[in-house]
């Protein structure tokens, strides 16, 4: 039932908000616990058939003395030498020690305050029985000093925290989604939050792009279109993502087929342009299988399901206010636009190297379809883009609309001949279907079924490229946008003097920050950036 506190016009979150489960999350909180382990019913179908509910038995902290049922994962097979296979820690890391449930293996990726790590469920440990559905995971390990150091009160210090349960809680209610990376376990020690996730061990669509400059419309459409089935089960959930860009699209690698007769647009180099490979409808192209949606950081429920009432809006219902909450969810179609008009072409639509320009240019949507490498993209694809940057969210695709348009319905086409060809090619066995790309160190992953004897790969992609000056004004470009973005949108809540209940704290200091980074209008992206701490690649690459 939605709690209505209509004489106080309080902001209380309606029934099927993230407050009480955030409320039931802090309640757990035991401040002199060296590691607190939070009770997480289970939200969804998919989290009940993943995490049982033996998770919720035993503390983290028990797990020296556990005597469980464990099966322990067998041996990969002749993978020693692989970052993506091996089952042995490649170094000891200091925040192993804190999380004994979880060996961490190695380090994946990283965040402003967070490391992600390739782990897998202790031997012996109250998480062992995860090995069953999860052969790998994936660790984002929270660092609360990282945290804390950015902000200097403790009004803010408690806004931290309370923005990590969140990302917790709206990470578990869309976890069901086909095509969301997969919610697995939280759980906090003296100095880090850890947040376990299935592991998608291709990487990022980011760097897919970086390296093949630009996929096919197939690719595109393939990468597109599972991206709008996370984004639709979000949004039947009434919550945004807010912060869709190709680093937070993880996927799950498929075996490279090279093109038996490679087609260049008349833009392409053929000397340096990578082959993107075979397009298998259905399976996917070049090493991309599934994509999944990450990265909860900045989500927000914008609506509980059931009333449809401004989530944070009690006893303020009018129907322009519903309108205006429910075209929050609009700012993920303009993201979706934004990846969808990189990956056709390799650029993002809005670039200047300076803040005030760029910012100016997201806000009027000036963008072109830039010859020559626009020249060849079908007028389809084309209008599908404008459909979704459209400056106006009422007229912009909403994501039904986009899941009926024409473009993407294209039966993924063309290169029948191939497809079939490369259907035949697994057919006839995986060993001799395994190719050898040069910009990939292969490997052999052996699942631990070893009946199947399954073999599926993993890359190493060369890490030189993703800190490119291209590939780091494509970063910046989307950081930008979607700071824009979520700016407009309040922007637009004010102007039209809709209450403005649903800013909670955390969000208010998140906006504030986007405002700063976005207020410096006289600095370019590139002072910008040397304002941040960045890794030293990007600098010495954006030196060069
Ligand atoms: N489930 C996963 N499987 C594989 N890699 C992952 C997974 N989750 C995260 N990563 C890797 O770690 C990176 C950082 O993760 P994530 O985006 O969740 O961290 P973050 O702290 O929210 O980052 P940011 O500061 O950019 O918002 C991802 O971009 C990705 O490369």
Known sequence: MPHEDSETMMPVCVDGGLTPVLNALDEKLEPDTQITNYELAPLNDKSLTKVPQELEAQSVAEEASTDSAFEAPEEDVDDSDSDWSSSTPQGLFPEQVEVPAYTLLNQIGEGAFSKVFRAVPAAGSSRAFLCKNYRQLAVKVISKKQLNSHKNNDKSKATTKEQVLKEVAIHRTVSAGENVVSFVDFFESEHYFFIVQELLSGGEIFGEIVRLTYFSEDLSRHVIRQLALAVRHMHSLGVAHRDIKPENLLFDPIEFIPSPRRVFRKSDDPKTKEDEGVFRPGVGGGVIGTVKLADFGLSKQIYATNTKTPCGT??????????????????????????????????????????????????????????????????????????????????????????????????????????????????????????KHKNYSMENVHTSNKKKKHVHRAFKRDSSLLYSPAAVAMRDAFEVNNAVQRKEQVTRHTSTGVKLALLEENEEASLENDMFQLSINSSTILNRRKKREVPIAVEAAVGE
């Not at 993002?348 to 320009?357: G, N, R, T």
């Open 314 to 435: 009690v006893g303020y219902t009018a129907p322009e206010v519903v309108k205006d909450e429910r075209y929050s969810t609009q700012v993920d179609m303009w993201g979706i636009g934004c990846v969808l008009y990189t990956m056709l072409c390799g650029f993002p639509p809005f670039y200047d190297e300076k803040i005030d320009v760029l910012t100016e240019k997201i806000s009027r949507g000036e963008y072109t379809f830039l010859r020559p490498w626009w020249d060849e993209i079908s007028d389809g694809a084309k209008y599908a883009v404008r459909r979704l940057l459209e400056v106006d969210p009422g007229k912009r695709y909403d994501i039904e609309e986009f899941l009926a348009d024409p473009w993407l319905n294209n039966c993924d086409s063309l290169r029948t001949q191939e497809a079939a060809a490369a259907a035949a090619q697994a057919d006839a066995g995986v060993d001799s279907k395994l190719k």
